[in-house]
């Protein structure tokens, strides 16, 4: 049983009725559970999103321009440089909702435990809202039109990037401007001769605009052809001593999504999440932002919303969260499909936005 934080407190009254500890005690339980957890969660996805500005919903991301001194004599002066590269991007703004409760009988008989239980549903359903359409942001490989809303026009969100784009271009660590290319595919299973990570991990670092070690998010179905690849170095448990003759990893991925470190190969880390569909590898640059989430303009209404409604005799703690998510970095961030000779986003993210 998970207990929400606001929670923790009341576990030696789990087996009571609300009625009987007080509807006061729980509805303080369900605030400090839903502030505390939308604190957690906007620190967890830090590894990979930043917010934008209040207001903005169009931006210019201005890139890092690249160049060389110009030649001079003893007379000369150099011209002014260009300024800065940009490139525009539109952030959409989903609303989603989650409810619990009951009439006035049924709220009598609940038990602590059972309020808890709802809290934990509410949790875990906002974070299922925000990851789905964090992957849909990385897993979607083509511009797409958010409809328009009462305040803005529709808006054209633009997925990593395209080798297809010839008119953005990203300064990359020789000094030039190239084409991104954030999809790949292979149709082969991951072996020995067709391992992708040397590609993923040079991609991802020929540019300027990134930094930082590179993870790779995997869903099971490839951790053991990447466990049989050689080089592959596993973390050291902590429980168990190594002995000679193996390589033993002595670095610590700090701060990551995902269930389990597994290991690093090729100069990359392995990270197995569940939440990775099948076939699909996720890269980024650990220690750069990809991407940006649109909140609400008023601070009242970011994070995950808690209202209690009472109408006659049905009492409901009505949960809402406003977020959307979109590339910023472009090119921190690579997918890779394994099964296939050119990349097809996966089932459940082949249209964006998402259905709820």
Same mark, same amino acid.
């Given at each position: 049983?998970? %207990?929400?934080?606001?929670?923790?407190?009341? =576990?030696?009254?789990?087996?009571?009725?609300?009625?009987?500890?007080?509807?006061?005690?729980?509805?303080? =339980?369900?605030?400090?559970?839903?502030?505390?957890?939308?604190?957690?969660?906007?620190?967890? %996805?830090?590894?990979?999103?930043?917010?934008?500005?209040?207001?903005?919903? *169009?931006?210019? @991301?201005?890139? /890092?321009?690249?160049? *060389?001194?110009?030649?001079?004599?003893?007379?000369?002066?150099?011209?002014?440089?260009?300024?800065?590269?940009?490139? *525009?991007?539109?952030?959409?703004?989903?609303?989603?909702?989650?409810?619990?409760?009951?009439?006035?009988?049924?709220?009598?008989?609940?038990?602590?435990?059972?309020? #808890?239980?709802?809290?934990?549903?509410?949790?875990?359903?906002?974070?299922?809202?925000?990851?789905?359409?964090?992957?849909?942001?990385?897993?979607?490989?083509?511009?797409?039109?958010?409809?328009?809303?009462? #305040?803005?026009?529709?808006?054209?969100?633009? /997925?990593?990037?395209?080798?297809?784009?010839?008119?953005?271009?990203?300064?990359?660590?020789?000094?030039?401007?190239?084409?991104?290319?954030?999809?790949?595919?292979?149709?082969?299973?991951?072996?020995?001769? #067709?391992? /992708?990570?040397?590609?993923?991990?040079?991609?991802?670092?020929?540019?300027?605009?990134?930094?930082? /070690?590179?993870?790779?998010?995997?869903?099971?179905?490839?951790?053991?052809?990447?466990?049989?690849?050689?080089?592959?170095?596993?973390?050291?448990?902590?429980?168990?001593?190594?002995?000679?003759?193996?390589?033993?990893?002595?670095?610590?991925?700090?701060?990551?999504?995902?269930?389990?470190?597994?290991?690093?190969?090729?100069?990359?880390?392995?990270?197995?999440?569940?939440? %990775?569909?099948?076939?699909?590898?996720?890269?980024?640059?650990?220690?750069?932002?990809?991407? =940006?989430?649109?909140?609400?303009?008023?601070?009242?209404?970011?994070?995950?919303?808690?209202?209690?409604?009472?109408?006659? #005799?049905?009492? *409901?703690?009505?949960?809402?969260?406003?977020?959307? @998510?979109?590339?910023?970095?472009?090119?921190? $961030?690579?997918?890779?499909?394994?099964?296939? $000779?050119?990349?097809?986003?996966?089932?459940? @993210?082949?249209?964006?936005?998402?259905?709820?």
């Amino acid at each position: 049983m998970t %207990i929400a934080l606001g929670f923790t407190g009341l =576990a030696d009254v789990f087996s009571r009725r609300v009625s009987d500890v007080g509807v006061d005690v729980i509805r303080q =339980a369900v605030d400090v559970s839903t502030e505390a957890y939308s604190r957690a969660f906007d620190q967890m %996805i830090s590894v990979l999103v930043e917010d934008v500005k209040p207001g903005v919903v *169009t931006e210019r @991301y201005k890139l /890092p321009v690249t160049g *060389t001194m110009q030649p001079l004599d003893e007379w000369g002066r150099p011209k002014p440089a260009l300024g800065e590269t940009y490139y *525009t991007q539109s952030w959409p703004l989903e609303m989603g909702g989650f409810a619990w409760g009951g009439n006035w009988v049924a709220l009598a008989k609940m038990t602590v435990q059972e309020a #808890n239980d709802n809290m934990m549903q509410a949790i875990r359903a906002d974070a299922d809202w925000n990851i789905r359409r964090m992957l849909g942001a990385l897993l979607y490989d083509t511009a797409w039109t958010f409809p328009a809303q009462e #305040n803005f026009d529709a808006l054209t969100v633009y /997925p990593l990037a395209l080798s297809s784009e010839t008119t953005t271009l990203f300064a990359n660590r020789q000094g030039s401007l190239v084409a991104g290319n954030g999809y790949g595919a292979q149709a082969s299973a991951i072996d020995a001769n #067709n391992n /992708p990570f040397p590609t993923i991990k040079t991609y991802l670092d020929k540019f300027v605009a990134n930094s930082g /070690p590179v993870v790779s998010y995997i869903h099971n179905d490839q951790r053991a052809s990447i466990e049989a690849l050689s080089g592959f170095v596993e973390v050291h448990d902590g429980d168990i001593t190594p002995g000679s003759g193996s390589d033993v990893l002595s670095a610590q991925l700090a701060g990551h999504l995902g269930d389990e470190v597994c290991g690093k190969v090729n100069g990359v880390w392995i990270v197995e999440w569940s939440r %990775i569909p099948t076939g699909y590898i996720v890269s980024h640059k650990h220690g750069t932002k990809v991407l =940006a989430r649109r909140q609400q303009d008023i601070p009242a209404l970011r994070g995950l919303i808690k209202r209690e409604i009472t109408e006659g #005799n049905l009492t *409901t703690y009505e949960f809402y969260r406003h977020a959307g @998510y979109a590339p910023r970095n472009r090119v921190a $961030a690579h997918v890779q499909y394994i099964g296939g $000779a050119s990349y097809t986003p996966p089932t459940g @993210y082949t249209l964006l936005p998402l259905a709820i």
